[in-house]
């Protein structure tokens, strides 16, 4: 009996820690990733329509970490009419896809990172994007409007202007 009584006492202690283990995770929300974060913001639809047109939807979700220059849906405003239509078309999905890596970064800069600095940094398309953080900062011309946008898998910073690789 005192054998039994020692196995329950036991079985319940261990149940309380798990549920109080448990307890303290419920409700917690991870942060959400790239991708989530953009829908989210609201001012990147354009952008998340592009990355999912160009199959790159995966890559933003997954652990990176990458810092994204998110160019805004006023920035793709900005492009000259049928731009947007024209790279979404599946047979500009290459184009697409360059254009997008290229605002992609490996790895976390943040602003304090590289204030005061100017740059070449390597995109994930390959090639170099060059930043200069002197006086704000400028992403190949594009201002960085929100900097540090804290993503589960990298960081946003959000950019005025749709930049392309030469």
């Known amino acids: 009996m005192i054998?039994?009584?020692s196995?329950?006492?036991a079985a319940s202690a261990a149940f309380v820690?798990?549920?109080a283990a448990s307890a303290g995770d419920y409700g917690k929300?991870?942060?959400a990733d790239i991708v989530d974060t953009a829908v989210s913001a609201g001012s990147f639809s354009t952008l998340v329509?592009?990355?999912q047109a160009a199959g790159l939807e995966e890559t933003l979700r997954s652990d990176g970490p990458f810092t994204v220059f998110a160019p805004t849906d006023k920035a793709f405003a900005n492009l000259p009419e049928g731009?947007?239509?024209n790279l979404l078309k599946p047979e500009n999905k290459d184009q697409l896809v360059a254009i997008l890596t290229y605002h992609v970064l490996p790895g976390k800069v943040r602003s304090k990172d590289?204030?005061?600095?100017?740059l070449d940094a390597e995109t994930v398309q390959g090639t170099t994007v060059a930043i200069d953080a002197t006086d704000g900062v400028k992403v190949d011309g594009a201002n960085v409007i929100k900097a540090d946008i804290k993503t589960s898998n990298g960081i946003i910073h959000a950019i005025?202007?749709?930049i392309t690789p030469e």
Request: glycine share 4%; charged share 25%; aromatic share 0%.
């Open 3 to 5: 054998i039994l009584k």
């Open 7 to 9: 196995v329950i006492t």
């Open 17 to 19: 820690l798990v549920t």
């Open 29 to 31: 929300k991870a942060k």
């Open 49 to 51: 329509a592009a990355v």
């Open 83 to 85: 731009t947007v239509e």
């Open 114 to 118: 590289i204030a005061g600095k100017t």
């Open 160 to 162: 005025d202007a749709v």
